[in-house]
C-alpha cells in the first residue's frame, strides 16, 4: 500500500523519540525559532525528530536515521535568556522518503509507518517485561515508592501503544531505543525488548560486582 507523502520540518537529535513519549526542548538556535514560527502556524503543529547515528547536528555533516517520529506541540513558553521551552509529545512514527536542503532548518519528505499487526500479545511475557523492568530499576538503586510505582504502572492495551511505553521506561540507549522504534511489529519490538533487557540486567550486575 503506498502511504501519503507530505513535507514535515525535522529536529535531528541524539536520541530517538517514539509515539506517546513526551519531549521537552530547549530552543535558541535561530533557525529552530523559524522553524517553531513555522509549526505554529498550523492547526496541528508537528515536526519530525530523528536520531543522529553519526556525527554532530550543528555545523552539518551528520548522519541521521531514516526512520524517526512526528511530535506533535503541546506548549511554548518565553525563558528569560531569550530560549524557548517547547513541549511535544509523539504521535506516529515516519519515515523519511527524501531530506531536502535545510532551509535554513532541516526538512524532509516523509511518510507515516505504522506497525504491522502482530495479533494479540502473550499476557505473560508483558508481565515478565514488566518484573525485569523493576529488578532493572531495583539495581540501579530505585527507591522503594518508585518500583511500587512502576510495578502498579497502568499499562497500554492497544499493542503498539503498549510496545512503546515499555519502550520509553526501559534504562537503555539512544541505539537500543532506536532498534525497538524500527522494529516492524509490537510482538517483534517486545521480543527485541526482552533481548535488550537481559543484556542490560547483566551489564548491571557486573558493575555490582565487589572490586
Do not use: K
Not at 175 to 201: K, N, T
Amino acid at each position: 500500500m503506498n502511504m501519503q507523502r507530505y513535507e514535515l520540518p525535522m529536529f535531528p537529535l541524539g536520541t530517538p523519540l517514539v509515539p506517546d513519549a513526551v519531549l521537552p526542548l530547549q530552543i535558541f538556535e535561530p533557525r529552530y525559532v523559524e522553524m517553531l514560527e513555522r509549526c505554529l502556524q498550523n492547526v496541528e503543529p508537528e515536526f519530525g525528530v530523528v536520531l543522529i547515528e553519526r556525527g554532530h547536528e550543528v555545523g552539518g555533516g551528520d548522519i541521521r536515521a531514516m526512520i524517526g517520529c512526528a511530535t506533535r506541540i503541546l506548549q511554548v513558553s518565553d525563558m528569560q535568556d531569550g530560549r524557548r521551552g517547547v513541549l511535544s509529545v509523539g504521535v506516529r512514527r515516519i519515515r523519511i522518503e527524501q531530506w531536502l536542503p535545510d532551509n535554513p532548518f532541516p526538512l524532509a519528505i516523509v511518510s507515516d509507518l505504522p506497525d504491522e499487526d502482530s495479533g494479540d500479545i502473550d499476557q505473560t511475557q508483558i508481565d515478565r517485561l514488566r518484573a525485569h523492568l523493576v529488578l532493572l530499576a531495583d539495581l540501579a538503586g530505585g527507591r522503594a515508592e518508585s518500583l511500587q510505582e512502576l510495578a502498579d504502572l497502568e499499562l497500554a492495551c492497544e499493542p503498539s501503544r503498549l510496545s512503546y511505553q515499555l519502550s520509553t521506561l526501559a534504562p537503555i540507549g539512544a541505539a537500543d531505543r532506536q532498534r525497538l522504534l524500527v522494529c516492524a511489529s509490537p510482538q517483534i519490538r517486545l521480543d527485541a525488548l526482552e533481548s535488550i533487557l537481559g543484556d542490560v540486567e547483566a551489564v548491571f550486575r557486573f558493575a555490582l560486582l565487589p572490586d
